[in-house]
């Protein structure tokens, strides 16, 4: 029995993927790169934007061509997109035999094994799951707790995933010791927000702890004795994002100078609208936090450009904070109107080419500052793990402790080298052995 999984979208969706390809080999799957060679296909979706929707759709068409050709052919539609109405009436039309939501993503062999099968709770069992340890792998994806409990206007992900749930802090611990077993060097503790792990259901800034759990900052510490020689998390949502989280990455020392936060916007009247529970007095105060207590960190974020109602002087404010926030890297979006979104359903889309103009100049000045602070480390000596080969020819790749993207002279082992950044352009560090 052959079988195929496809992924679209976030690390989650990667994570979930590597749960299902472990659980379809202990019961006999082998798999393949072709579709044409399967038995089973399953297609991991993404629903975040309207461009990784239109990509399931093209592909389920090419599928329920060759189910047509090949009778024997199983297909399976899971992830945040089956998750929704929107999904399901994908998953009617072109004729897709298992439908699994993000939270019932473990009860895929029962799916198979009835043939025709659907399912979009939200399994319980699925926060004490642990996927066996990946081999011969030198990063993974540590996942400690699914869900989210914001409702950002222009989200899908409450609807896709459900509410928060933390694992128990033991599986955690158990799974990073399981992974440096397997000689990963590299974990990122993963969630649609990390830093609400172990809090009471709920939103804001002053959410009571869990009893029993440790508090994120405290988690950091202990998968940081893990002895694993890099630790990352994604995402952080800025308002539980406080100071003893950032003094736990300054004081522990396999935890990477690295943080993604979010701000969307830099206009406090579309923050409003978009729900995001801070403003971005607030946001910034956590940027100058980091940025004292952790001089050397990199910092990352994600943009929408054109959310409905943004006016030219709303988008200025998002650059002039960008510029102040001075980040290393960012994501950056066109607003994609999700159905069913309370944003989808109170306001009024921006035209295209407003959205498409705004992009363009956010994602040109993110060059230009991206360009300036990647010449910070012009001269140093930073930590690599290399990968393999690169695209250019006589260099390996890799990425930084900070996440840039490492080009090195020469064909170093797989693994984690000290090296000396020699120039840096916008989206790479060039570097020789040191
Ligand atoms: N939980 C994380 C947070 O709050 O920052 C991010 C999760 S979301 C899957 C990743 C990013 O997708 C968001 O930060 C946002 O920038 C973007 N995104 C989500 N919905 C979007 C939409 N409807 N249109 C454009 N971008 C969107
Ligand atoms: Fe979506 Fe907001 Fe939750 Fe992030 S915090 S997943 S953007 S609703």
Same mark, same amino acid.
């Given at each position: 029995?052959?079988?195929? /999984?496809?992924?679209?979208?976030?690390?989650?969706?990667?994570?979930?993927? &590597?749960?299902?390809?472990?659980?379809?080999?202990?019961?006999?799957?082998?798999?393949v790169?072709?579709y =044409?060679?399967?038995?089973l296909?399953?297609?991991?979706?993404?629903?975040?934007?309207?461009?990784?929707v239109?990509?399931?759709?093209?592909?389920l068409?090419?599928?329920?061509?060759?189910?047509?050709?090949?009778?024997?052919?199983?297909?399976?539609?899971?992830?945040?997109?089956?998750?929704?109405?929107?999904?399901?009436?994908?998953?009617?039309?072109?004729?897709?035999?298992?439908?699994?939501?993000?939270?019932?993503?473990?009860?895929?062999?029962? *799916? %198979?094994?009835?043939?025709?099968?659907?399912s979009?709770?939200?399994d319980? @069992?699925?926060?004490?799951?642990?996927p066996?340890?990946?081999?011969?792998?030198?990063?993974? &994806?540590?996942? %400690?707790m #699914?869900?989210?409990n914001?409702?950002?206007?222009?989200c899908?992900?409450?609807?896709?995933?459900?509410? @928060?749930?933390?694992?128990?802090?033991q599986?955690?611990?158990?799974?990073?010791?399981?992974?440096?077993?397997?000689?990963?060097?590299? /974990?990122?503790?993963?969630?649609?927000?990390?830093?609400?792990?172990?809090?009471?259901?709920?939103?804001?800034?002053?959410?009571a #702890?869990?009893?029993?759990?440790?508090?994120?900052?405290?988690?950091?510490?202990? /998968?940081?004795?893990?002895?694993?020689?890099? /630790?990352?998390?994604?995402?952080s949502?800025p308002?539980?994002f406080?100071?003893?989280?950032?003094e736990?990455?300054a004081?522990?020392?396999?935890?990477c100078?690295?943080?993604?936060?979010?701000?969307?916007?830099?206009?406090?009247?579309?923050?409003?609208?978009?729900?995001?529970?801070?403003?971005?007095?607030?946001?910034?105060?956590? %940027?100058?936090?980091?940025?004292?207590?952790?001089?050397?960190?990199?910092?990352?974020?994600?943009l929408i450009?054109?959310?409905?109602?943004?006016?030219e002087?709303?988008?200025?404010?998002?650059? @002039?904070?960008? #510029?102040?926030?001075?980040?290393?890297?960012?994501?950056?979006?066109?607003?994609?109107?999700?159905?069913?979104?309370?944003?989808?359903v =109170?306001?009024?889309?921006?035209?295209?080419?407003?959205?498409?103009?705004?992009?363009?100049?956010?994602?040109?000045?993110?060059?230009e500052?991206? =360009?300036?602070?990647?010449?910070r480390?012009?001269? $140093?000596?930073v930590?690599?793990?290399i990968?393999?080969?690169?695209?250019?020819?006589?260099?390996?790749q890799?990425?930084?402790r900070?996440?840039?993207?490492?080009?090195?002279?020469?064909?170093?082992?797989?693994?984690?080298? $000290?090296?000396?950044?020699? =120039?840096?352009? *916008?989206?790479?560090l060039?570097?020789?052995?040191?």
């Amino acid at each position: 029995m052959r079988a195929q /999984v496809i992924t679209f979208g976030c690390q989650m969706n990667e994570y979930d993927t &590597h749960s299902i390809q472990s659980e379809l080999a202990g019961i006999g799957y082998s798999f393949v790169d072709d579709y =044409h060679e399967a038995d089973l296909v399953i297609v991991n979706t993404c629903a975040v934007r309207g461009k990784p929707v239109d990509k399931a759709q093209t592909l389920l068409g090419e599928l329920r061509k060759e189910k047509q050709r090949r009778r024997g052919l199983t297909i399976g539609l899971i992830g945040c997109l089956a998750q929704l109405p929107e999904g399901q009436r994908i998953g009617k039309k072109f004729g897709v035999d298992i439908m699994l939501g993000p939270g019932a993503v473990t009860q895929i062999v029962p *799916a %198979i094994q009835r043939g025709r099968f659907q399912s979009f709770e939200f399994d319980n @069992e699925l926060k004490f799951y642990t996927p066996p340890a990946p081999t011969g792998a030198l990063t993974a &994806h540590l996942i %400690i707790m #699914r869900g989210c409990n914001h409702r950002c206007t222009y989200c899908v992900v409450p609807s896709t995933r459900g509410p @928060e749930v933390s694992r128990p802090a033991q599986d955690i611990i158990n799974e990073a010791r399981a992974l440096k077993e397997a000689g990963v060097v590299e /974990v990122t503790l993963l969630g649609q927000n990390v830093n609400s792990y172990g809090l009471e259901p709920g939103t804001g800034a002053r959410r009571a #702890r869990l009893e029993g759990f440790p508090s994120f900052a405290e988690l950091l510490r202990m /998968v940081g004795r893990v002895g694993i020689p890099r /630790v990352r998390f994604l995402t952080s949502h800025p308002i539980n994002f406080d100071d003893e989280i950032i003094e736990a990455i300054a004081d522990t020392p396999a935890v990477c100078r690295f943080v993604h936060l979010p701000v969307q916007s830099g206009s406090d009247r579309m923050l409003k609208r978009m729900a995001r529970e801070y403003n971005s007095e607030y946001y910034m105060s956590r %940027i100058r936090r980091i940025r004292q207590l952790l001089p050397d960190a990199t910092i990352s974020t994600d943009l929408i450009a054109g959310f409905p109602g943004e006016t030219e002087d709303d988008f200025n404010e998002t650059l @002039e904070l960008y #510029r102040e926030a001075r980040y290393d890297a960012a994501y950056m979006f066109v607003y994609s109107e999700r159905e069913g979104t309370p944003a989808a359903v =109170h306001f009024e889309d921006l035209p295209r080419r407003v959205k498409v103009e705004r992009l363009t100049r956010l994602v040109n000045l993110s060059k230009e500052v991206s =360009h300036e602070q990647n010449q910070r480390w012009v001269g $140093q000596r930073v930590e690599v793990l290399i990968k393999g080969p690169s695209d250019e020819q006589g260099f390996c790749q890799g990425h930084s402790r900070g996440n840039h993207v490492a080009v090195v002279e020469g064909d170093l082992e797989p693994g984690i080298h $000290q090296v000396v950044v020699t =120039h840096a352009t *916008a989206n790479r560090l060039y570097a020789r052995p040191a």
